[in-house]
């Protein structure tokens, strides 16, 4: 294997992440980058320098989406690594971000070293992997993979009725490359793990073979409010009380439909949500997820069932709307072997693993052979300031990014 002693240049890598930590950065630690905001404008554009100042061909296609190739001696589809660098709201400064900057530095590494690869090499980092402010999330590589129709993209709107097309317009986003019918030779992205495993059994790589299946739905109620005090419970339509009810059942969901179901009422808002008015409207969101697609399904059947039940025996009307919907991945094999055995020719604790998170990989899948790399969150914690993973560890998934892109660039 040529190039066996190269490694990437840690501290311009670690400078980096600290730095596009500077942009939507929170009191106590962590980063707000929503997509398509004034945030997420600053570290795109910080990237892009980035990504000229190390000689890469920079194309930013009709959605945002930033790709920085590495010419190779050959022309063709290229090698591919990214992520995202939009964060949630109470995001930490490694969701993404690593990534994509991850695959910068290896790039820079390979200019460093004078390495002529056959394939080109490419960088990119997906508008809007989050999906927090517009649904569904994975929508930059949904859009580049030709998942999403662009014109239906620019058409959905934040709960201030703001689109995206206004939004990527604003911030000087809308590129001049196509969307859909990219080729892609194949695709590797590295990501913080956001869950315990990897730390529990102190490895310090995951290869991961896959990503589980993801249901968002939103679901509306509308019931009357009335006086806290004088209406008797028979002739209450309580909205509140069905979200509620709802949102207890999802987490009990979890529980009945077993083997790695997991359920998250993540939003919850009561309106007008005064304390002596029972509650005339009701917003909550279910996020739920498993890995095996037949067991989501009975997932989400069992929750529409108990959703149409109780809103019907309080007098409460609901609306359903599917924000997300992704079936489970798996990667492919041949890419999850190579990324352990360069784990493990640079000598580093490696496992298989699963991914609970959504990632771009999922859907870059869906058009070339992908697989994911995986590094420890400490603690498991993410989608909170306080995630965290070592400077070692970052160093460690970006030196086996670097091999896996050599080995698949030859
Ligand atoms: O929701 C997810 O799993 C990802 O963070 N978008
Ligand atoms: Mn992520
Ligand atoms: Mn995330």
């Given at each position: 294997m040529r190039h066996e002693n190269i490694r990437i240049n840690r501290e311009r890598l670690l400078r980096r992440l600290e730095e596009m930590g500077r942009i939507g950065a929170l009191e106590g630690g962590g980063n707000s980058r929503l997509a398509f905001t004034e945030e997420d404008r600053e570290a795109r554009d910080?990237?892009?320098?980035?990504?000229?100042?190390?000689?890469?061909?920079?194309?930013?296609?009709?959605?945002?989406?930033?790709?920085?190739?590495?010419?190779?001696?050959?022309?063709?589809?290229?090698?591919?690594?990214?992520?995202?660098?939009?964060?949630?709201?109470?995001g930490g400064k490694y969701d993404g971000v690593l990534g994509v900057l991850a695959g910068l530095e290896a790039l820079e590494t390979m200019n460093d070293a004078g390495i002529e690869t056959k394939r080109p090499v490419a960088v990119t980092s997906f508008s809007n992997?989050?999906?927090?402010?517009?649904?569904?999330?994975?929508?930059?590589?949904?859009?580049?993979?030709?998942?999403?129709?662009?014109?239906?993209?620019?058409?959905?709107?934040?709960?201030?009725?703001?689109?995206?097309?206004?939004?990527?317009?604003?911030?000087g986003y809308?590129?001049?490359?196509?969307?859909?019918?990219n080729?892609?030779?194949?695709?590797?992205?590295?990501h913080i793990e956001q869950g315990p495993i990897l730390e529990d059994e102190g490895s310090t790589i995951g290869a991961v073979e896959g990503v589980q299946g993801i249901s968002w739905t939103e679901y509306t109620f509308a019931g009357r409010s009335a006086h806290a005090g004088t209406t008797p419970m028979a002739r209450r339509h309580d909205a509140g009380y069905v979200a509620a009810a709802v949102a207890a059942y999802v987490r009990r969901?979890?529980?009945?439909?077993?083997?790695?179901?997991?359920?998250?009422?993540?939003?919850?808002?009561?309106?007008?949500?005064?304390?002596?008015?029972?509650?005339?409207?009701?917003?909550?969101t279910a996020d739920i997820r498993n890995f095996d697609n037949g067991l989501l399904k009975d997932a989400e059947d069992k929750l529409n069932a108990f959703v149409t039940r109780t809103a019907d025996e309080e007098g409460v009307a609901v609306e359903?709307?599917?924000?997300?919907?992704?079936?489970?991945?798996?990667?492919?094999?041949?890419?999850?072997?190579?990324?352990?055995?360069?784990?493990?020719r640079l000598g580093y604790s490696t496992r298989r693993i699963a991914s609970g998170a959504g990632h771009d990989a999922q859907i870059m899948a869906r058009i070339c052979p992908t697989a994911m790399i995986f590094v420890p969150s400490v603690g498991g914690i993410?989608?909170?300031?306080?995630?965290?993973?070592?400077d070692e560890d970052c160093e460690a998934g970006a030196n086996v990014m670097l091999h896996a892109l050599l080995d698949l660039a030859e």
């Open positions: 910080l990237l892009v320098g980035w990504m000229r100042g190390a000689g890469l061909d920079v194309r930013i296609d009709r959605f945002g989406n930033i790709t920085g190739t590495r010419a190779g001696l050959e022309d063709g589809p290229p090698v591919m690594t990214g992520s995202h660098i939009d964060t949630v709201a109470t992997e989050e999906g927090v402010r517009f649904q569904p999330d994975m929508m930059g590589s949904l859009v580049y993979q030709g998942g999403l129709p662009l014109d239906e993209a620019y058409a959905i709107v934040d709960r201030d009725g703001c689109s995206i097309g206004e939004s990527l317009e604003r911030i809308i590129g001049d490359a196509p969307v859909g019918g080729a892609v030779h194949a695709f590797i992205e590295l969901l979890a529980e009945e439909v077993g083997r790695g179901q997991v359920t998250t009422v993540g939003v919850f808002e009561v309106e007008p949500n005064l304390v002596n008015v029972v509650p005339e409207r009701a917003r909550i359903r709307r599917t924000l997300a919907r992704f079936d489970p991945t798996s990667f492919a094999p041949a890419l999850v072997e190579k990324i352990g055995n360069a784990a493990e993410s989608h909170n300031i306080e995630e965290y993973t070592s």
